[in-house]
């Protein structure tokens, strides 16, 4: 069966940002066909806001920015999460991606935010680094 993640926003800034990073190499794995990524509304909203904001474009990456955010839409699994209010997170951000983890049935979420990977999972969920998913998909 093929896993299910959830990639934080600050994965994807790291991927676009650095490309040969970790970062860069999970997306690489998602483009293959090695997991599928869990969006929803909220988790889909926050990238946009992150990744087009401009900044990336002055650095000459709008139309990757673009084309990532137009995949993440079109080949994402697309959820409608339910709030959680027990994880103690305090970026409402970071609750968006866990409650879209939940109701995809992610097996991971990738992240590189210290607060999250301390929490190390929800539910069936693991909260993993970029490192992490590699060595994990490379070991299936």
């Known amino acids: 069966m093929t896993p299910r993640v959830v990639l934080d926003t600050n994965?994807?800034?790291a991927?676009?940002?650095a490309r040969h990073s970790k970062a860069a190499e999970v997306l690489v794995l998602w483009r293959a066909g090695r997991f599928e990524a869990v969006v929803s509304d909220a988790t889909l909203s926050e990238a946009r806001l992150v990744l087009?904001?401009?900044?990336l474009e002055r650095m000459g990456r709008g139309e990757e920015v673009e084309s990532l955010l137009q995949e993440l839409q079109s080949r994402g699994i697309r959820v409608s999460p339910w709030p959680i209010d027990d994880l103690g997170l305090r970026d409402a951000g970071d609750l968006r991606l866990v409650e879209a983890a939940l109701a995809g049935e992610a097996?991971?979420?990738v992240t590189a935010d210290a607060e999250v990977l301390a929490a190390r999972?929800?539910?069936p969920t693991r909260f993993v680094t970029t490192g992490e998913l590699i060595s994990i998909l490379s070991e299936r």
């Open 11 to 13: 994965v994807l800034v």
């Open 107 to 109: 097996d991971y979420l």
């Open 121 to 123: 999972g929800y539910g």
């Open 52 to 55: 087009a904001s401009g900044w």
């Open 15 to 17: 991927a676009l940002t």
